[in-house]
């Protein structure tokens, strides 16, 4: 069974913030894999840690889509993982998404370790898909903190898995059909801890073109007080037909393979 081709047009920006003096987030756009990586700060290590991340993603990917499973996503961060503590050390988030095939139908792969966050735009509606891996969110997981206390708490840089640290072989994964005309962004804290979801929603919906929407994503975070690294990289998907892509889209064939699947987890978030 072939896949209906996907086509896709996306933008990413980055900037070191108004406090940071050096930019530990790293990016990558490499069809059909998207990813951020967030270096840890406070660790002198921390962008060389996430170039890591976004090299092992670049460095070897699948001929086809349709190779690209959770087991491949593992293999990568667990490869940066070995060379984060081979060299500098340090330590890094890594959250993304890849276009993969189930079944005769084109997928999403959604995955993340860290507080580094993917979302989905569609229908008017943002819905957080990744989960925190952070002190936080586990206080909100057990009842003992409103999510509305999660942008405040003392302890909200706190996270719980890092590649090159602890719980890099525990990698969260979701299935997602692609839908024509969503639009998916992968980013780092430097975006979420400075702007609320209606903000963000506020301008996906604004920006049309992918590239205006990470621009302005990036200028409301450095206004809200840009205290930290911030990345957005956004991905959308323009049609699912057979059609010839455009210059400078990518469009996914497939091949009859599928490969290794975490059970999807139900998407998380909203627009509240």
Do not use: K
Request: charged share 20%; proline share 6%; net charge negative.
């Amino acid at each position: 069974m072939v896949v209906p081709p996907v086509q896709l047009i996306w933008g990413a920006a980055t900037d070191t913030g108004r406090v940071r003096l050096l930019n530990e987030d790293s990016m990558l756009a490499a069809p059909p894999v998207f990813v951020v990586s967030d270096g840890m700060g406070g660790h002198a290590a921390g962008d060389r840690a996430s170039a890591i991340v976004v090299e092992e993603f670049g460095g070897l990917l699948p001929e086809s889509p349709a190779a690209l499973g959770a087991g491949w996503v593992r293999q990568r961060v667990v490869s940066a993982g070995l060379r984060i503590r081979d060299g500098e050390g340090g330590g890094a988030t890594v959250c993304g998404v890849a276009v993969t095939e189930q079944d005769g139908a084109a997928y999403w792969l959604a995955f993340n370790i860290g507080d580094s966050r993917v979302y989905r735009w569609a229908d008017g509606l943002l819905e957080q898909i990744s989960v925190d891996h952070s002190y936080v969110q586990e206080l909100v997981d057990a009842g003992d903190l409103d999510p509305a206390g999660m942008r405040t708490h003392p302890q909200r840089n706190v996270i719980t898995r890092a590649v090159g640290m602890v719980g890099d072989d525990d990698i969260d994964c979701w299935l997602l059909p692609v839908r024509a005309g969503e639009r998916l962004l992968v980013c780092s804290d430097g975006i979420t801890g400075e702007l609320r979801d209606p903000q963000i929603a506020a301008l996906l919906a604004a920006n049309d073109d992918p590239q205006q929407a990470a621009d302005a994503l990036i200028a409301e975070a450095l206004a809200a007080g840009g205290r930290d690294n911030a990345t957005a990289l956004i991905v959308d998907v323009r049609s699912e037909d057979a059609r010839p892509a455009p210059d400078g889209v990518f469009e996914s064939g497939s091949d009859p393979a599928i490969g290794e699947w975490t059970v999807p987890r139900e998407a998380l978030g909203g627009t509240g």
